[in-house]
């Protein structure tokens, strides 16, 4: 049994060296790394489709109140279709353009559902429902938590991007696995903001506002803004 063993443990010891070795090569760093940056980007999806199916409640609200804003309701309703129908697949998220065309959709719908907030300024009576209120303080909800989101996958982005670019990982990220740096979400200070609603200068249902409470408003609104 002895003679055995020690037959076996110089081939027992390269057996260890091999693995440590590789080990420090990204065999083990690079695909948790990757993995990490996929389940981020599954939270950025969540909450993408938790505002997506957001939107068709609110167009309906507001179109009791306000049926004359087809096109800001139309814009919303063409931007959730636009957003909804680019899907990315967790390969995809090491392609620009495919990244870019998924980023755009969902920009335009972050601007029609900014442009929303026009209507409720201008329909007090839209205000005083209370389910519309509901609506907006859960899309408000959930622009921020898409925030949150995608400032955490791009953290796990930059923590895979540079596992894969450095020693001695990058050896295993291109011999083992091909690596490709993945995609982050691009600084955009008005696709990165939730639209915000002001209900302060708006007055009560019923009643008609005058010159300065236009002027008010105008101002409060490009305040928001």
Not at 120 to 135: M, T
Request: proline content about 5%; some cysteine; glycine content about 4%.
């Amino acid at each position: 049994m002895v003679d055995r063993f020690s037959r076996n443990l110089p081939r027992v010891a390269i057996v260890a060296a091999a693995s440590i070795t590789l080990a420090g090569c990204g065999i083990n760093s690079v695909p948790t790394a990757e993995e990490n940056a996929k389940a981020k980007w599954g939270d950025v999806e969540s909450q993408y489709q938790r505002r997506a199916d957001l939107v068709p409640n609110l167009v309906e609200t507001a179109k009791a109140a306000a049926a004359s804003e087809t096109t800001i309701l139309t814009n919303v309703t063409n931007a959730r279709a636009a957003a909804t129908s680019i899907n990315i697949r967790t390969e995809d998220l090491s392609d620009p353009a495919t990244f870019e065309k998924f980023q755009n959709a969902q920009n335009q719908l972050t601007q029609a559902l900014g442009q929303l907030r026009t209507v409720v300024e201008n329909y007090p009576q839209l205000q005083s429902q209370a389910r519309f209120g509901q609506l907006m303080d859960e899309l408000a909800g959930t622009e921020n938590r898409i925030n949150e989101a995608r400032r955490d996958y791009n953290v796990a982005v930059q923590s895979y991007n540079t596992t894969i670019r450095t020693f001695p990982d990058a050896i295993g990220a291109k011999v083992f696995y091909g690596a490709k740096p993945l995609i982050p979400f691009k600084a955009d200070p008005g696709a990165a903001s939730a639209p915000k609603v002001n209900f302060d200068m708006a007055p009560a249902p019923g009643t008609k506002r005058g010159a300065n409470d236009n002027a008010a408003a105008a101002a409060s609104s490009a305040a928001a803004n």
